[in-house]
Each structure stands twice: as C-alpha cells, then as structure tokens.
Antibody, heavy 116, light 110 residues
Framework: EVHLLESGGGLVQPGGSLRLSCAAS????????MNWVRQAPGKGLDWVSG????????FYADSVKGRFTISRDNSKNTLYLQTDSLRAEDTAVYYC?????????WGQGTLVTVSS | QAGLTQPPSVSKGLRQTATLTCTGN????????AAWLQQHQGHPPKLLFY???DRASGISERFSASRPGNTASLTITGLQPEDEADYYC???????????FGGGTKLTVL
C-alpha cells in the first residue's frame, strides 16, 4: 500500500524559510515523478512543483519560481520542498502526490502558516 | 497560471444523476486528458479517474468519465449521501509545463 507522510510545516514569519519533507513507502519511489500541491484554507488545489523520477527535471508554478526548490533523495525514498522568502499567500496545507500518469496517491498534508 | 474551469456548485437529489464538467484547451484537457479527484472535508484528495479515463482502484462503477474535445465530464449515477464532496479536475498543460487544476465543484446531495 502506498504511504506518503509529509512533515516540516509550521508557523513562520514573512520572509522566512521552511523545508518540507515527504517520506514515501509501499512503492518503488525511484520509478515515479512526484509533485507538491497546496491548498489554502477554504480554497481549491494549487499545483506548486514537480520533479522527474531521477530528479533531473524540475517544474514550478510561476507563483513560487525562484523562491521554492524541489528535490528528492531516492536512496532515502524522500521528497523535499525548500520554501524561501515565504509570503502570507503561501499559507496552505502542502500535499505531496505520487504521479503515475496522474496524481494517484496523496499524503495527509502538512500545514504551513506564514504570519507575523 | 491559467486553470481549468469548473462550475462552483451542483445540487442533485438522492439516487439522481450528476454530471460535472471541466473545460480547458488544446494544450491541456484536449491534448492530455483530465484526471478527476474527490475530496471530502478535512481529508486529502483521492483519485477517481486517470487522465486516460481509467477508473482508479476501488472506485465504484457509479462513477464514469469522458472527454469530448476540450471539456472533460464526470458522471455519478444513483447519488448517495457519501458522494457529497468537492470534485477537482486536473491536467498536464504542455505549453506551461505545469499541472493545472480546476477550481473545484462542490456537489450537494439533497
């Protein structure tokens, strides 16, 4: 059974940084692209970033380009999202999602709150 | 980034049929197909259909998906109380090199 567990969220001041992690199990992590998708309170789903299975290709939403960095460690079955220069509008639950043609498995999410 | 267009809400009666729509363009839905996800309040999204209209594992046959042109559709027959949820469509946009989502449709079962 696929299991994705996000961690690293919390309360951070505007301009601050957080490193989110997503520990994967139940599948061969190195074979699948992975994505981060966020959901602001009471709002819809918003794709943030994606990374190819090998880590050689990365993709970002315009809203986070230059501020967020996605990476992965296939030896540790872990996906990361380094979030820098955080803004109030980045406040959201951040989900990691396994990609198999479509985002087919999701974690429970980790809450990031950007506030002074 | 431009998203996909979904009606904000749909209301139908118990045991009726609901059809939800998702409109994109030739760079996303029309070319790549759309996935459908269901999200109950306080839970993460769950995949219903892959972009090629394959039903995800464990999804009831009361759910079906189609994609005529740039608009994808999700049909739910014999509506049950547990079908009340938010439904999102998603597609890979080849011109943006990005996943795009619809704004979501809140389905109410009366």
């Amino acid at each position: 059974e696929v299991h994705l567990l996000e961690s690293g969220g919390g309360l951070v001041q505007p301009g601050g940084s957080l490193r989110l992690s997503c520990a994967a199990s139940g599948f061969t992590f190195s074979r699948y692209a992975m994505n981060w998708v966020r959901q602001a309170p009471g709002k819809g789903l918003d794709w943030v970033s994606g990374i190819s299975s090998s880590g050689g290709y990365t993709f970002y939403a315009d809203s986070v380009k230059g501020r967020f960095t996605i990476s992965r460690d296939n030896s540790k079955n872990t996906l990361y999202l380094q979030t820098d220069s955080l803004r109030a509008e980045d406040t959201a639950v951040y989900y990691c999602a396994k990609e198999n043609n479509s985002p087919d498995s999701w974690g429970q999410g980790t809450l990031v709150t950007v506030s002074s | 980034q431009a998203g996909l267009t979904q009606p904000p809400s749909v209301s139908k009666g118990l045991r009726q049929t609901a059809t939800l729509t998702c409109t994109g363009n030739s760079n996303n839905v029309g070319n790549q197909g759309a996935a459908w996800l269901q999200q109950h309040q306080g839970h993460p999204p769950k995949l219903l259909f892959y972009r090629n209209n394959d039903r995800a594992s464990g999804i009831s046959e009361r759910f079906s998906a189609s994609r005529p042109g740039n608009t994808a559709s999700l049909t739910i027959t014999g509506l049950q109380p547990e079908d009340e949820a938010d439904y999102y469509c998603s597609a890979w946009d080849s011109s943006l090199s990005a996943w795009v989502f619809g704004g979501g449709t809140k389905l109410t079962v009366l």
